[in-house]
């Protein structure tokens, strides 16, 4: 009985190594998804996807991509993190309805292989400047010819109408359709989703770093990679309306601080969101003009709390911070992705006026009250008796945490715990009266 159960354990544990074992050995696929803006942050998540694709030996990383383009030096960082991958990059433009535009086209020819779904477009990749704006004549041939020989390179393999497809993309600007472009030779698949991709993929011949390889996409396990929360934020970060707030609050808190210094936490708030709006502002294409509308703004809501004109400089200092955020965000030539809400800026505008009024309303209120010195901070304070009032005595008053001896003003017995008005302060000695 004892070698009958030790055989039969032995069996198991071979059985369950040999599962485990075909398990291990199944191929695995990693899918990222890129949506929004080419941005430092998509090109660290795709840098990350490959190192984690090359560490699981996967069988390909799948780059689902949904962009209207951005920066071309980050668009070059994640060419050559897809063209130097060991791991075939398939870029796939998904889902229905997503593009590929601008820096997109150029990513989107450097995957070993190229996919898009139906009701896509890629194209549309001339370049332009760092505020979105068109480039001076010179600089526009240069780039644009070094552009052109980056296609011809990613796109030699596709023949010769997809190389002058390529080029006019970027010449002309112009665009096409996932089946135009399939028609071409531009792309290698028209895929309804991942798993369409994956069974076209199969037996697809790719050269990568590592040499020619045939992939072998059936059966496969597919990783979602998410991601990262510093990743997330630093997504977060390149959103115009998310950069305006940040600027908005780190500006207040600073003069929240400056104007009472003493304490940290607004001081602290405002330093950390204009460092998070400065990121922003480095990856966005703005109008750093509009800043000096934004400074010019705070300026004036200062000045009419300094000096106040009864809402003037306030209403100035309004229009001034509407006028900066759009000349910032919103120049005519920025592309409308990377534009700022109306909306947003009207009424975090209207907000941040209506605090400096209330600021106002206090400073002004401040200078009509009286100048009091000394015990005559205590008229028309409230007390409370600790020891009772007799009528042509004094007893003990409660008045902002001291005890002082008090007199009835009127020569009536207050009792102990009854409410008090300061009338006057003699000396050590208060005038009181019973509140009713």
């Known amino acids: 009985m004892r070698y009958f159960l030790l055989l039969f354990f032995i069996g198991l544990s071979l059985l369950l190594s040999g599962v485990a074992r075909a398990q291990g050995e199944t191929p695995q696929v990693l899918v990222l998804t890129a949506d929004g ?3 430092p942050a998509m090109a660290e998540y795709l840098a990350r996807g490959i190192r984690v694709a090359e560490q699981r030996q996967a069988e390909a990383l799948i780059l689902q991509l949904n962009t209207p383009g951005g920066s071309v030096d980050t668009m070059t960082d994640m060419v050559e993190g897809i063209r130097g991958s060991s791991i075939p990059v398939v870029v796939f433009v998904a889902p229905r309805g997503a593009i590929a ?3 997109g086209t150029v990513i989107t020819l ?3 292989a190229a996919a898009m779904a139906p009701e896509t477009a890629i194209g549309a990749a001339s370049p332009v400047g760092a505020q979105g704006e068109d480039i001076g004549e010179t600089m526009e041939a240069k780039v644009k010819e070094i552009l052109k020989a980056q296609v011809r390179s990613l796109a030699e393999g596709r023949g010769p109408e997809a190389i002058a497809l390529a080029e006019a993309t970027i010449e002309d600007a112009r665009a096409v359709s996932a089946n135009e472009a399939l028609a071409i030779g531009l792309i290698d698949f028209v895929a309804e989703d991942i798993h369409d991709l994956l069974n076209q993929l199969d037996g697809f011949q790719i050269k990568t770093m590592a040499g020619e390889q045939v992939l072998r996409t059936t059966n496969v396990e597919i990783l979602d990679l998410q991601l990262s929360l510093i990743e997330q934020l630093l997504l977060v970060l390149t959103n115009p309306n998310i950069v305006f707030i940040f600027l908005t609050i780190g500006v207040q808190a600073i003069l ?8 940290w936490v607004a001081g602290f708030i405002g330093v950390v969101s204009i460092a998070l709006a400065a990121y922003g502002l480095g990856v966005l294409p ?5 800043l000096i509308f934004l400074a010019v703004a705070f300026v004036l809501f200062v000045l009419d709390i300094k000096a106040p004109t009864h809402g003037a400089l ?5 229009g001034s911070l509407i006028a900066g955020a759009l000349m910032l965000f919103n120049s005519p030539s920025t592309p409308e992705f990377q534009r700022v809400s109306v909306p947003l800026v009207v009424v975090s505008s209207m907000i941040t006026g209506g605090m400096f009024v209330v600021i106002l309303a206090f400073a002004l209120r401040a200078q009509k009250t009286p100048v009091r010195m000394g015990n005559q901070i205590l008229l028309e304070k409230v007390g409370f008796v600790k020891e009772p009032i007799p009528p042509f005595g004094s007893g003990v008053v409660r008045v902002e945490g001291e005890l002082w001896s008090a007199e009835s003003a009127q020569n009536r017995a207050i009792p102990t715990g009854a409410r008090v008005n300061i009338l006057s302060v003699s ?3 208060l005038q009181v009266q019973e509140i009713a």
């Open 286 to 290: 703005v109008n750093w003009f509009g």
């Open 256 to 263: 929240i601080e400056l104007s009472s210094p003493g304490g």
């Open 110 to 112: 450097a995957g070993h």
């Open 101 to 103: 535009g601008s820096a």
């Open 314 to 318: 306030t209403a100035a200092g309004v």
């Open 427 to 429: 000396g050590n000695r």
């Open 37 to 39: 803006a080419v941005s």
